[in-house]
């Protein structure tokens, strides 16, 4: 979910800033917004990214989408089933020097399919990933790069959202490696740095380098489970690293890792270079989702308490993505996600694009609680995008918007 996270060649993305906005953007003209489409920012590096986080995290908490952002998201696809970023003329057709990715088109496959009403959007778009499957099983951010942890999870989970079996899907056919043999290969052993951790890619010497960024989205992946999460019941036992060949004990690996990251700071840093280290958000929420999905969600509380008292600020940057974020994160671990340290996400994510179809009613406050629902609009998108291949290694909005390269605990 932090998310248009891509590796140096490959992504020329845009980045949230956690601090102060760059004065030199100051004067950038205000982008022209499509109708239907979430957030106010320019949406050409995650355009269909932040707007499939916004259907699927209001889909969670049984908000009906308004037709419109539906639309808009289905008009986003090319002829062959795939996805870019974005599309500025959706009218003209898909050619070459339109950059399709696996992210945009995995995410789009995992919102509407829990809408509903899509199975031939989906269907084609889910023929075109496998066609572009590497012979190791994964996918690469885009189409014939080298399969990373990120881009091969998030294809599992639209995989798992249209009915197939992640673990069948294989470029060769029977016998051939599937999604979960990658993400094996990238997992780390029990011993040494980053015990149980998995890496984001091999370096150019093969070795792998544990990234807490990776291991969230490879928890997730490597269960079978998608953008969205799923939180059984916590399994009441604190995880450990245990020589794994298998995607579940990989998963719990990793779930081990995230737990000790976690447990200094309540949070994950990411770090620019020549910068101090600065809280990381969007990937505290990943690890929040992860562990919750790994059946530790009792583990991750402290996270998700200190994502409640301090992500505000951060989340009226990122807007819709980050709401996003921060309602499933929240939602897998039961926290209200309609008095969330005061704030109904909710209501401000539905602030940032066009009125819902309908929404669900909310309860009321816990008489006596001094958390009350802001009822007040708040659409406080103001996000300022620094874009360049030289700085998305930094800090970003999930499985998308954030450096995956980055140094992580």
């Avoid at 069948?168 to 490696?177: A, L, P, S, W, Y």
């Avoid at 990776?214 to 399994?235: N, S």
Wanted: hydrophobic residues 40%; contains cysteine.
């Amino acid at each position: 979910m932090n998310v248009v996270r891509r590796s140096a060649a490959a992504l020329a993305a845009a980045t949230v800033v956690l601090g102060a906005a760059v004065p030199a953007m100051a004067a950038t003209p205000a982008p022209s917004i499509p109708e239907g489409l979430y957030g106010s920012t320019d949406p050409k590096y995650d355009g269909v990214w932040r707007q499939s986080l916004a259907l699927l995290a209001q889909d969670t908490v049984g908000v009906k989408p308004a037709a419109t952002a539906v639309d808009w998201l289905v008009g986003q696809q090319c002829a062959n089933g795939s996805f870019a970023a974005f599309r500025a003329d959706a009218a003209k057709a898909c050619d070459a020097k339109v950059a399709v990715d696996t992210n945009s088109t995995a995410a789009a496959v995992q919102a509407l399919a829990a809408l509903g009403g899509h199975d031939s959007a989906t269907g084609k778009a889910v023929t075109w990933l496998k066609s572009v499957q590497n012979k190791d099983g994964g996918w690469g951010y885009a189409p014939g790069g080298a399969s990373d942890a990120n881009s091969t999870s998030v294809v599992i989970g639209a995989l798992a959202a249209v009915g197939e079996k992640p673990g069948e899907v294989t470029k060769d056919g029977k016998g051939g490696k599937s999604p979960y043999d990658t993400l094996l290969a990238l997992a780390l052993p029990c011993d040494g740095d980053g015990a149980g951790a998995f890496a984001y890619q091999p370096d150019k010497k093969g070795k792998l380098a544990a990234n807490a960024d990776a291991t969230a989205a490879a928890v997730v992946g490597a269960l079978g489970k998608g953008l969205a999460g799923d939180a059984p019941k916590p399994t009441d036992t604190k995880p450990t690293c245990k020589k794994a060949v298998d995607p579940e004990p990989a998963a719990q690996n990793g779930a081990a890792y995230l737990v000790k990251a976690l447990a200094k700071d309540k949070h994950l840093t990411s770090t620019l270079a020549g910068a101090k280290p600065q809280p990381d958000y969007g990937n505290t929420a990943d690890a929040v989702l992860a562990l919750a999905t790994a059946g530790q969600g009792d583990k991750a509380a402290d996270a998700m308490r200190w994502l409640e008292s301090n992500s505000k600020a951060w989340a009226q940057q990122g807007g819709p993505a980050a709401y996003a974020q921060l309602i499933l994160a929240a939602h897998a671990e039961t926290f209200d996600v309609h008095d969330f340290g005061g704030q109904d996400l909710v209501k401000l994510l539905n602030a940032t694009g066009p009125k819902p179809a309908s929404v669900p009613a909310t309860a009321s406050p816990t008489p006596g609680d001094s958390n009350k629902v802001d009822t007040k609009d708040d659409s406080g998108v103001s996000v300022w995008w620094i874009i360049g291949v030289g700085l998305v290694g930094g800090i970003g909005v999930g499985f998308l918007i954030s450096g995956r390269k980055k140094k992580q605990p």
